[in-house]
């Protein structure tokens, strides 16, 4: 087991990292490109992960004689109904988050909209450990931009540094650290282990140790760069 920190704030994803949600999103994505007369490439659907609603509606529409704010709200609906059915937290994330409840505070940072970042935390019950939520419309630009982070910390009253983000995208570990923020890769991907250093495959490898107002990170069975 290694232990690193120690942190003053935790931040997370929301989709794919607390709630397993992602693959909701990505197979939407290689339906609607096959609705378009589009190849669902496998690395063409992977340029869809970590990213907005608006972000793939202007890749779609590229191909389309469609706009992009058309697209886009197709997309928005689709995906809100997909969520509100099939959505659950991933696994221990219930158990990591309570850890750290009351103790440090706990923002979510997601590229998803309010309404559907605010439904998923809500049903899959974990809403009520988090003290704040930023999504894409508090921010000009989204991941991986490093707004979101940089608001988050704001919010938080935390310096980037004092804080450890959780993210399973390469997007979102690329936002992370450009915010200055210290990261934990919520994968197994080798490309994002490359890019955060320190991974996790899941919660279940995790423990926290609280002192006072900070913590820190025990990652089970792991070498850490």
């Not at 704010?69 to 994330?93: C, F, H, I, Q």
């Not at 605010?118 to 991941?143: N, P």
Request: aromatic share 6%; with cysteine; proline share 4%.
């Amino acid at each position: 087991m290694t232990t690193v920190g120690k942190y003053k704030a935790a931040i997370f994803d929301c989709d794919g990292t607390l709630v397993d949600s992602e693959s909701i999103w990505m197979t939407m994505i290689q339906e609607v490109l096959l609705q378009h007369h589009l190849e669902p490439h496998p690395e063409f659907v992977e340029e869809f992960r970590g990213i907005t609603s608006t972000k793939a509606a202007q890749k779609i529409a590229l191909h389309t004689g469609k706009s992009t704010d058309e697209v886009k709200d197709a997309l928005d609906v689709e995906y809100s109904a997909r969520l509100r059915s099939g959505s659950v937290p991933m696994a221990n994330a219930s158990t990591f988050l309570h850890a750290l409840h009351g103790a440090v505070p706990i923002a979510v940072a997601s590229n998803g909209r309010r309404e559907d970042v605010e439904a998923l935390l809500s049903t899959t019950g974990l809403i009520g450990f988090i003290d704040v939520i930023v999504t894409i419309e508090d921010v000009t630009q989204g991941k991986p931009a490093p707004d979101l982070f940089e608001l988050a910390c704001k919010r938080l009253a935390v310096q980037p540094a004092h804080s450890v983000v959780f993210e399973d995208s390469l997007i979102g570990v690329g936002a992370a650290k450009a915010a200055k923020c210290n990261v934990i890769g919520m994968t197994t991907d080798p490309v994002v282990e490359a890019e955060a250093g320190n991974i996790a495959p899941g919660f279940d490898c995790l423990d926290v140790k609280i002192t006072g107002q900070e913590f820190y990170v025990q990652i089970k069975d792991r070498i850490l760069k």
